[in-house]
C-alpha cells in the first residue's frame, strides 16, 4: 500500500530553461544540430544526397514546429494538401477554430439551471490544478482518464465540497486519487471489481487510506448496494451531500435511473461518448435528438453533413464519418442504432421511438446538464483524438499560447490530452409528470 505522505510529495517544477518555452534558444537547437548532422555525414564520406535531404528534413521540423504556434493551427499533417486547403478556408471563413461548428448536442434540464462556475473559475483552478496533477503516482494512466477529465473532476470535486464521494470504476485508482487531492478529509466509496492494490505487484497504482472499497470478493455493482443502508454506517443522512463518479462504462441511462431510485442529486460520468463511438449508451447520446441543435442526423450520403463528417474523419481519430454513424436501417442514435453496455459486452438494438422516450425521460429529471469544456484547443495540446467539431470551446483557446504556458499546460506531455469525452455533471431530482 502506498503511504499517504509518499503521494502529496510534489515534484519540483521544472527549471528556467525547461519551462521558459524560448521558441529562439529552440530553433537555435534545430539549426546548430542540422549544421552537426551534415558534417557528420561528409566526414563519413556519406553521399551528398543524403546530407541535403537530412537538413531538408529537418528545414522542415523547424518549419513545422513554427507553425504549430502560429494561430490558427489545427493539427493537420504537413503532407496532406486536401488538409491544408480545408484548414485555411476555414480560417478565411473568420473561425477562430472548429469547435462546435458541426453541433454540440446537449441536454435540456427542467428549469434551465446552469452551475455556479465560470470560465474565470475553471482558470483560475487549472493554475492549481497543473503542479498536482505533476505528482501523480500513476505516470501511464493508459485506459484511465487523462489530463481534462482529472482536472475536471478534481474542479468539481472541490468546488461541491461534498460529505461523501462514491466513485464506480477505479482501475488502478488514478480517478480515486484525484478524488482525494480535492477533499483531503472526505471519506470515499470506491467500487470495483479488481481491487487497486492488485496492481501494486505490476508498476504504480494509488490505494487509499479513507476509503471503503467493494473490490475483488467484496466487489457489488452499484445497482445491487443497499444504499440506504451504507449511507446509515457512513454517518450520511443529507444524499445532496453526496458525489458519485461514474467511470465504469455501465449504460448511463440505468446508472442515472439506479442513482435516482437511490436518492443521490450529484452525478460525474467520464465516458459521456459522442453519437456513433464508445461502449456505452451516453447522455450525449440519449440528448442527440433532431430537436437540439447539432443533435438529430440523416444517413443521406449526398448532404453537406456527411461531406463535413467525410472530411473531418481525416484530421481527427475519433471523428465519425455517416459509414461509422450509420447501421442497419439508416440508424444512427446510439451506435448505429444500439444502446451499449458494460463496454460493449453487451448491446441491444433500440428504436427511434425507444431513443427518443429515453431523451424525454432524462429531461424529466435533469436539474442542471454541464459538459466540461476540453482544457485547451488542439494548436496548444496537439491532441489528434477528439473531434472539435463536436465538442464546446476549450478553456484556453486556441492561439493563445502565452497562457497555455503560463497555466503551466506546456510542461505536460501532449499524450495527457487525448482522452477527451465530453465528461459530464448532473444535478438530478425525481422527475416532474
Ligand atoms: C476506465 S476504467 C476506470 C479508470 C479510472 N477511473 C481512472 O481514472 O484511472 C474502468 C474500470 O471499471 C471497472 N468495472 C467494470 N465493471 C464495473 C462495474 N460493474 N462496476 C464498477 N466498476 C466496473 C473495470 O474493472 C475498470 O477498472
Same mark, same amino acid.
Given at each position: ?35 552537426? =548532422? ?31 504556434? @502560429?494561430?490558427?493551427?489545427?493539427? $493537420? ?23 462546435? @461548428? ?21 482558470? *483560475?483552478?487549472?493554475?492549481?490544478? $497543473? ?10 494512466? !493508459?485506459?484511465? !482518464?487523462?489530463? +481534462? ?33 480535492? !477533499? ?29 472499497? #467493494? ?28 458525489? $458519485? ?8 441511462? *440505468? ?12 452525478? =460525474? #460520468? ?18 442527440? &435528438? ?13 448532404? +453537406?453533413?456527411?461531406?463535413?463528417? !467525410? *472530411? ?7 471523428? $465519425? ?100 469525452? &465530453? ?11
Amino acid at each position: 500500500m502506498m503511504q499517504e505522505s509518499m503521494l502529496s510529495a510534489r515534484r519540483s517544477p521544472p527549471s528556467q530553461e525547461e519551462d521558459d518555452g524560448d521558441d529562439e534558444s529552440k530553433i537555435r537547437k534545430h539549426a546548430f544540430l542540422a549544421a552537426r =548532422i551534415s558534417m557528420h555525414a561528409r566526414l563519413a564520406s556519406a553521399s551528398h544526397c543524403l546530407a541535403v535531404s537530412l537538413s531538408l528534413l529537418l528545414l522542415l521540423l523547424v518549419a513545422s514546429f513554427f507553425l504549430s504556434r @502560429s494561430r490558427p493551427v489545427i493539427c $493537420v499533417p504537413a503532407y496532406d494538401s486536401i488538409a491544408r486547403t480545408t484548414l485555411f478556408e476555414a480560417s478565411l471563413e473568420g473561425l477562430a477554430s472548429d469547435f462546435g @461548428s458541426l453541433g454540440v448536442p446537449w441536454c435540456r434540464s427542467k428549469h434551465g439551471k446552469t452551475v455556479e462556475w465560470t470560465t474565470k473559475d475553471l482558470l *483560475k483552478g487549472l493554475e492549481e490544478f $497543473v503542479p498536482i496533477y505533476e505528482t501523480r503516482p500513476i505516470k501511464n494512466n !493508459m485506459y484511465g !482518464m487523462g489530463f +481534462d477529465h482529472s482536472f475536471g473532476l478534481w474542479f468539481m470535486a472541490r468546488w461541491l465540497k461534498p460529505d461523501l464521494m462514491i466513485e464506480s470504476g477505479a482501475f488502478k485508482g488514478h480517478s480515486t486519487w484525484v478524488l482525494r487531492q480535492a !477533499m483531503p478529509g472526505t471519506r470515499i466509496i470506491s467500487l470495483s471489481p479488481r481491487h487497486p492494490e492488485k496492481y501494486l505487484k505490476k508498476g504504480p497504482a494509488y490505494v487509499d487510506a479513507n476509503c471503503t472499497y #467493494f473490490s475483488g470478493k467484496d466487489f457489488l455493482d452499484f445497482g445491487s448496494v443497499d444504499w440506504g443502508n451504507v449511507m446509515r454506517k457512513h454517518g450520511i443522512s443529507d444524499l445532496s451531500r453526496v458525489l $458519485v463518479f461514474f467511470d465504469d462504462h455501465q449504460n448511463e441511462l *440505468k446508472r442515472l435511473k439506479q442513482a435516482l431510485k437511490a436518492g443521490f442529486r450529484h452525478l =460525474i #460520468f467520464e465516458d459521456n461518448y459522442d453519437t456513433g463511438t464508445g461502449d456505452h449508451y451516453s447522455l450525449r447520446q440519449i440528448c442527440d &435528438q433532431f430537436y437540439i441543435r447539432g443533435g438529430g442526423h440523416s444517413c443521406f450520403k449526398d448532404s +453537406d453533413e456527411a461531406r463535413i463528417r !467525410m *472530411k473531418r474523419k481525416r484530421f481527427w481519430e475519433k471523428a $465519425v464519418d455517416v459509414d461509422v454513424l450509420c447501421g442497419e436501417g439508416e440508424a444512427w442514435w446510439g451506435v448505429k442504432g444500439y444502446m451499449r453496455d458494460d463496454f460493449n459486452h453487451s448491446n441491444k438494438a433500440i428504436s427511434y421511438a425507444e431513443h427518443f422516450q429515453n431523451s424525454r425521460f432524462v429531461e424529466s429529471v435533469l436539474d442542471v446538464y454541464w459538459e466540461l469544456p476540453p482544457v485547451a484547443g488542439p494548436s496548444l495540446t496537439h491532441q489528434t483524438r477528439y473531434d472539435p467539431s463536436r465538442a464546446p470551446d476549450p478553456i484556453v483557446e486556441d492561439g493563445t499560447y502565452g497562457l497555455f504556458r503560463r497555466l503551466g499546460l506546456a510542461r505536460l506531455e501532449t499524450s495527457v490530452f487525448n482522452g477527451y469525452t &465530453q465528461m459530464v455533471y448532473l444535478q438530478i431530482s425525481a422527475p416532474t409528470s
